[in-house]
């Protein structure tokens, strides 16, 4: 196996508290070799974001995940403020800024609405992938790679029992994105979740 | 009329009730006031109260007792280690200059040796009373010329000990063993060396007093509960020390002192200083009038040269003295000549050393009459000293209230005031010139002024309540006057003046409690800054999050609490006279109190996030399709 990537999850939910979901997915990959969790709310309650400490950890990590609960179709405002203190201008990108070139990045995100409420014909008229063209055109500026997202939906009808599969399955992702997976293999994926279903059902037989 | 009990408490009370208020609005100070009010009603000029004032001197002492016990209490041993340089260096020089200067002084009159010698060392105390009570009044505690100041008070209170124990042997030297003069102390006719002995042992007997028997004794006591009891626990503890101390023949306010360093460093320490505060400040001003009644104005219209020439004289020696003990521990003149001034009169010890003296036969009655005298003339004479000097030496030969201009100077003024530069006021000085806006300083603190000079602030020096310091500071085209004085007195009345001169100028103030704040908007003034609000709140969320709070939820929590409780404040205000003007600070303190924390329970704060929360679910939006995703919550 040739060398692991490390994963920097850069976490936002102001009332992680009282989240089942993200616990269950930030409980699965706890203490996990090579996988750093950034919790944003918890380090700048003000919002005083350490430019330069985030800088470091993103060049110490080459794999990146926004990691989020969606409101309002976007991320929490601090994943907003954190891209624009940190992804400054001339570091990541426009004249030799291409600090961050080839670094891999995706999305993970939890919504109270199902998958089918995100789709052309749904409640939400728009799919998933679609929501998060703002962030991967981030992604294209500062010449990273997009992956797929990860996405936890429907969450208010998940008993306990699924929401332990899906911190399992979370966990599974991350270690296999370590493994840096020639990136061929995730064409015609909408989703990560999709991916390592097929993964496993390879592996199983 | 006045013989009785109730009829002296009546002309003490009246006096001072006249006097004090008048004197503070000349501007003198209450201790000239309650001087005054004791010449007033003494023998020489109204007569209500007559045997110069003897009778209650001895009454009146005891607030001379308590406040020694008071100052005793102060003296934790870490706080005397961090002052030992200046009370044992500067404390002893200036002692031990002083009676030497004094004692060659009155060998020059044509004293014998020991009697001069006796004289001197009386001499040499200053008055830890008036010094102490003028600098409080005044706000300069803190500053460099008072702790100067408390430390070479406190030398020379402790210096008392020795010397009532070495006085004995001047007396038998002096060949007259014979002891007269008052009430006997039941040591009195013993050897020489058992009455040093006893002394000694008595001191041991209070020492050992204090930590084994009042400090367990204390404890039983608070166990009990009731506020009175220890109220007079501390009073017994004082008044028995006085009796023990009376009965072998030493000074009660010396075993008050001893049994307060004592009690210092024990667990009731602050409840003994506030149970005892309120009849110290009385009997204090007691002991004050019992000064003024006891001059003995017929020994001054006898010989008023002799008299006032020797007050003179000892006045201008020991503020000499201590000028150049103050130069050598680098005061700076404004300092230097509250310090040398404030000191330079003949102190409370004296009367109890003269006393001594006196019974000891070592000096002669005439000279103890005109040294008594002497003394309590002097005492008179230092609020009047410490009154010039303020008026009259500082504004010419001190620190200047304003830099001078340079001819070239273009002075710019500057849109921001700041008035008082404690710690608040610094840090918001700081970081206002950390973001480069300049602000002008007020102050009264001539060292502080300096070294903000120094440092490049412009600065003005003095009452920030004189209508020509604040003009001269530019408040007439400053946008915003920030008062981060501590004194509420002098707050209100800067805002009254600034109101009326200035009006265009916006005032923000810093109140020091909830009742300030009330008082400020009161005076109309609404952009206030509680001192603690900021801090203690901060200090909350810092508690929430080490008990495993989330720190986001904390410090929203935090902000929450902020604004509700700026807002409470200002809602609460209207209906703080509602209940009676005639309730005491304390009171309506309690009242603020009781009605924040009422409601605190009515209004559930930090629960206007719900658009975060994710229990109970919200699909119904959904599947209803009534309104846009508006409630969509993330999980």
């Known amino acids: 196996m040739c060398s692991m990537k490390n994963i920097l999850i850069l976490f936002a939910h102001p009332r992680y508290e009282k989240s089942r979901v993200n616990k269950a997915l930030l409980e699965g990959i706890h203490g996990q070799d090579g996988i750093t969790v950034n919790d944003l709310y918890e380090i700048y309650p003000d919002f005083n974001i350490d430019t330069a400490r985030e800088q470091e950890l993103l060049l110490a990590h080459q794999i990146i995940v926004w990691h989020y609960p ?58 998933m992938p679609e929501l998060l063209f703002p962030l991967k055109q981030t992604a294209h500026l500062c010449r990273m790679t997009w992956l797929p997202p990860y996405v936890v939906q429907g969450t208010y009808c998940l008993t306990d029992e699924m929401l332990a599969d899906y911190g399992e399955q979370y966990r599974q992702v991350l270690v296999r994105l370590a493994q840096s997976p020639p990136l061929k293999l995730f064409k015609g994926y909408d989703f990560l979740n999709d991916w390592i279903a097929d993964v496993n059902r390879k592996k199983q037989p | 009329m006045t013989d009785s009990i109730l009829g002296q408490a009546v002309v003490y009370l009246a006096a001072a009730l006249i006097c004090v208020p008048l004197a503070k609005r000349l501007g003198m100070g209450s201790v000239l006031g309650y001087l005054l ?88 105390m200053s008055s830890t009373a008036i010094v102490l009570q003028s600098l409080k009044e005044k706000g300069l505690g ?25 006085l004995p042997f001047l007396a038998i030297q002096a060949g007259s063993g014979a002891v007269h003069g008052e009430t006997p102390a039941f040591l009195d006719g013993l050897p020489v060396w058992v009455k040093a002995g006893s002394i000694f042992f008595a001191v041991a007997a209070v020492i050992i007093m204090g930590r084994y028997i009042v400090v367990p004794f204390l404890r039983i006591i608070t166990k009990a509960s009731v506020r009175e009891l220890s ?202 010139r950390a973001n480069g806006v300049q602000a002008t300083i007020l102050d009264n603190d001539s060292d502080q002024v300096d070294l903000l000079r120094k440092m490049g602030f412009k600065v003005f020096y003095g009452d920030a309540t004189r209508l020509d310091i604040l003009h001269s500071a530019g408040a007439g085209s400053a946008r915003i006057l920030f008062i981060a004085i501590d004194s509420p007195p002098t707050v209100s009345n800067l805002v009254e003046t600034v109101k009326k001169h200035f009006p265009k100028l916006q005032i923000m103030a810093r109140a020091g409690n909830n009742l300030d704040a009330h008082e400020l908007l009161d005076l109309g003034v609404n952009h206030i800054y509680r001192g603690f609000l900021d801090t203690s709140v901060r200090a909350g969320v810092d508690v929430l999050t080490s008990l495993g709070y989330r720190r986001y939820s904390a410090t929203r929590a935090g902000q929450n609490f902020m604004k509700y409780d700026e807002a409470a404040i200002h809602h609460l205000a209207p209906y703080r006279h509602d209940a009676s003007d005639y309730i005491s600070n304390f009171r309506e303190q309690i009242r603020l109190q009781e009605q924040l924390l009422a409601s605190d329970r009515a209004s559930i704060h930090s629960q206007n996030d719900r658009a975060w929360d994710t229990i109970g679910p919200v699909t119904a939006a959904e599947e209803s399709g009534l309104h846009p995703d508006g409630q969509e919550k993330g999980v």
């Open chain 1, 70 to 127: 969606l409101f309002q179709y976007g991320p929490p405002a601090m994943i907003t403020q954190w891209m624009d203190l940190v992804l400054e201008h001339g570091w990541v990108h426009d004249a030799g800024g291409n600090r961050l070139e080839d670094k891999q990045i995706f999305a993970t995100i939890t919504s109270g609405g199902s998958r089918e409420s995100y789709s052309h014909s749904g409640f939400n008229r728009h799919t």
């Open chain 2, 37 to 124: 009010a004791g010449i007033l009603i003494g023998p020489f000029c109204l007569g209500f109260v007559g045997h110069e004032g003897e009778g209650i001197m001895h009454f009146a002492e005891f607030g001379v007792v308590m406040m020694l016990f008071l100052i005793g209490l102060e003296l934790e041993p870490a706080h005397f280690w961090r002052m030992r340089s200046s009370i044992l260096g500067l404390g002893s020089l200036q002692f031990v200059l002083t009676t030497l200067v004094l004692t060659g002084g009155l060998l020059l009159l044509g004293l014998g040796w020991r009697g001069a010698l006796a004289a001197g060392l009386a001499l040499s």
């Open chain 2, 231 to 432: 109220v007079a626990a501390a009073l017994l503890i004082i008044v028995s020390i006085a009796f023990l101390m009376k009965l072998v023949g030493l000074s009660p306010a010396l075993g008050a002192f001893l049994a307060g360093v004592l009690l210092a460093n024990s667990e009731f320490r602050h409840e003994l200083e506030s149970d005892i505060e309120p009849f110290k400040g009385l009997l204090l001003g007691l002991f004050f009038i019992a000064v003024g009644a006891s001059i003995n104005f017929r020994l001054l219209s006898d010989s008023p040269v002799t008299i006032l020439s020797l007050v003179m004289g000892i006045i201008v020696l020991k503020a000499a003295v201590l000028f150049a003990a103050g130069k050598l521990f680098r005061l700076s003149f404004d300092q230097n000549s509250i310090f040398a001034l404030g000191l330079s009169q003949v102190g409370e010890f004296a009367f109890v050393l003269f006393a001594f003296i006196n019974r000891l036969g070592i000096i002669g009655g005439d000279w103890i009459d005109t040294l008594m005298a002497v003394t309590a003339i002097s005492m008179t004479m230092t609020p009047l000293l410490l009154m010039m000097n303020e008026r009259l030496v500082l504004p010419r030969f001190g620190t200047r209230e304003q830099v001078e201009k340079e001819a070239d100077f273009i002075d710019t003024e500057h849109a921001v005031i700041i008035a008082g530069f404690g710690s608040f006021g610094s840090t918001l000085g700081r970081f206002l």
């Open chain 2, 142 to 166: 803190s500053s460099q010329a008072g702790s100067a100041s408390f430390a070479v008070l406190l030398f020379q209170d402790i210096a008392v000990i020795p010397i009532l124990a070495l």
